[in-house]
């Protein structure tokens, strides 16, 4: 299935993916951000000036360049 940018996915489904890979023993640490990573874009998220923790914000940022 081709993501699309529109496309995304609940955190629900999101956790099932981690859950799914935790104990992957065919991927290192590396490869397991670099899921994380890659999964993290189509990811529903609450809008970034929703979050309470200002000082987290400019390290999340990087998560949100399509929603901008």
Request: proline share 4%.
């Amino acid at each position: 299935m081709e993501t699309t940018k529109n496309h995304k996915v609940g955190a629900v489904n999101f956790v099932g993916a981690i859950l799914a890979n935790v104990d992957n023993d065919r991927l290192n640490d590396q490869e397991f951000r670099e899921f994380i990573r890659n999964i993290l874009p189509i990811v529903e998220k609450p809008a970034l000036d929703s979050l309470t923790y200002d000082s987290l914000k400019p390290s999340l940022e990087k998560f949100y360049v399509d929603e901008k």
